[in-house]
């Protein structure tokens, strides 16, 4: 454990979950790695794995978007109301959805770096916000997707989502992003420490302001994605789904710090795939829903442990860090 990346742990514990998973599957009489369940599981894993995606570039910059559910039901309801059923209003309707959801993470990013409102509060004021304009609103479902819109939510190649390809394809150009960009530096940069970044010359609010627009746009995402599952806007799909705490759970668990300045979102993906499969076995063996959380808890506190432990062993002791000097003798007894 000690020699593999926080990547490496995520993506060991992935396999073991998939073993012990097909094994549990298999005692049911069903086959884990049918096409049909592989199926299933990576459903399961596009609407969170876009919002985990941006859930990451916001804690990697040391901030929390706790309004990603509500944005991700405006988007939905606001999407389904444009398209009204109508083919013709498809790409209006998405230009709506990731317009707003941007102007929501501008205001996010803004809050959290002009006004210096920590990330949690920020985000979870605008998302209250955003919920009583929903509650106060809409009643109930609210327009309707066209069949042409619908297919992108119940179309496959071979045995893989298009949905899934997507949010993988968001994935690639977001690790891309942290990797080759000077925006990417500078996320972990300002996470890492925003005042020598500051100091460094880093305008430390583009990298926050450019987190949370990213965040709540792949956050409108998800929402397009559930309205074409659903067929119809919902006001209160994404708080059903619980997806800020399941999200940042996701990110954690893949490996990046809470603290920000370390992380990707390789291990993001391998921790929304865990709880995926985790969901899929526990459907299988119709577990009961509390004992799901108490598993999923069990999950997120065993691997921060893991990673904390890790970082405690990794820090030199206090006499072989570099200038430390060696205690005499008679200094150890007297202390």
């Known amino acids: 454990m ?6 490496g742990i995520v993506v060991t514990v992935l ?7 097909a094994v549990l599957t298999a005692a049911e009489g069903r ?36 309004s990603v559910p509500y944005v991700a039901s405006l988007t939905s309801v606001l999407a389904g109301g444009v398209m009204a059923g109508q083919t013709g209003n498809v790409l209006p309707a998405v230009l709506v959805a990731l317009g707003v959801a941007a102007a929501i993470g501008l205001a996010n990013g803004l809050i959290v770096s002009r006004l210096g409102v920590h990330g949690f509060v920020a985000t979870l004021g605008t998302g209250l916000v955003i919920s009583g304009y929903l509650a106060t609103n809409y009643q109930g479902n609210h327009g309707s997707a066209p069949r042409s819109f619908r297919l992108v939510g119940a179309t496959q190649v071979g045995p893989v989502p298009v949905s899934w390809l997507i949010m ?7 690790i891309w992003m942290l990797r080759r960009t000077r925006l990417g530096h500078h ?34 995402l998800a929402g397009l994605l559930l309205l074409a599952r659903l067929s119809v806007g919902s006001p209160t799909i994404g708080s059903q789904g619980g997806y800020d705490l399941m ?11 809470l603290a920000g300045g370390k992380g990707n979102v390789a291990g993001t993906l391998a921790g929304v795939a865990i709880f995926a499969v985790l969901d899929n076995v526990m459907g299988v063996m119709q577990v009961n829903p509390f004992l799901r959380d108490v598993i999923r808890g069990v999950v997120i506190v065993a691997a921060v442990a893991v990673y904390a432990r890790r970082e405690i062993d990794r820090r030199p002791a206090p006499f072989d860090r570099p200038g430390a000097r060696t205690p005499s003798l008679q200094e150890a007894s007297q202390s």
Not at 2 to 7: C, F, I, N
Not at 15 to 21: E, I
Not at 192 to 217: D, F, K, Q
């Open 168 to 174: 993988v394809g968001c994935a690639l150009a977001a």
């Open 15 to 21: 396999v073991l979950v998939v073993v012990v998973g």
């Open 31 to 66: 086959n884990f790695f049918s096409i049909g369940n592989i199926r299933s599981i990576l459903t399961l894993m596009s609407v969170l794995g876009f919002i985990a995606i941006g859930q990451t570039l916001v804690i990697l910059v040391g901030s929390l978007d706790l």
């Open 187 to 220: 996320l972990y940069a300002v996470g890492g420490n925003p005042e020598i970044a500051r100091m460094s010359g880093i305008r430390t609010w583009v990298p926050v302001v450019a987190a949370h627009v990213l965040c709540s746009v792949l956050t409108a």
């Open 2 to 7: 000690k020699r593999l990346s926080s990547t």
């Open 247 to 257: 999200s940042i759970a996701a990110v954690v668990l893949g490996g990046t710090l």
